[in-house]
């Protein structure tokens, strides 16, 4: 499998006056899920939690090209949140973070990336309205958000696209906990099904940045100790979106 110890970029992430909330590795495996679960828990037909995710982007996902991603999210008890994230390569932190955003890094096999995310709950018939499609989706966004929206990617949004935002998906997404393993607080095993059918599967850990480099190890050790294998190349799930919604939109 690839590795995590990219030395000199994980170095970077508890360096001195780093706030980030914390860092995630993940690494997709190959499928059946089945078997990966029951290898990953030790045991037979776990219980899988569900929820769904919707992106929420215009038709030609303008937001997602400039480094934004919307995501209305249908959580468990029936709650929804919405989280407008922009996402980086590299650790190079911007200039400006919005109040009360939350900080992310993202360690990938071969490498890392960073997600500033803007998140808030949503009335469950407000968010249902907009699934519905008789409500404007844009309505959902905070004053934050619509300007983390427009201005928080690589490029600038015209505020005037948010007009035109709709609701792609869902995605299905399934997880289970993962058995407990040495030097890791915790691990998720996930499935994604997106509408077209393809799956992805991905395993994760989260920790605080001065445990990057030992929960790297640690999640490495979990992986080559269970009979799971890794996927060749580490796919992001906001690809497999652009793909879905360019393929039925006939681009």
Partial sequence: MGSFAAAEALAQLHGPGDDSASVEMKSL???PAGAA???LTGRPSPTWSVR???LVDTPSLDLIRAGVEVRLRRRARGRFDLCVSTRRSGTTRPTAIPRGARVEYD???GGVWQDIEVRREIDRAAAAAVIAGSAESRQLLSPAQKAWACGGGRDAVDDDLLKELLVHGPLVVRRVKVAAAEGLSRADLEHFRF???????ELST???PP???????AFERLISERDVTCAGEYVQKTSVWADEVGYHAGR
């Avoid at 509408?195 to 599967?201: A, Y």
């Avoid at 445990?211 to 190890?217: F, H, Q």
């Fill in 206 to 208: 989260r920790c605080c």
């Fill in 107 to 109: 360690v990938v096999p």
């Fill in 52 to 54: 769904e995710s919707y």
């Fill in 211 to 217: 445990e990057v480099v030992t929960t790297a190890a």
């Fill in 195 to 201: 509408p077209s059918g393809r799956e992805l599967l």
């Fill in 29 to 31: 495996l190959t499928p």
């Fill in 37 to 39: 679960a029951e290898a």
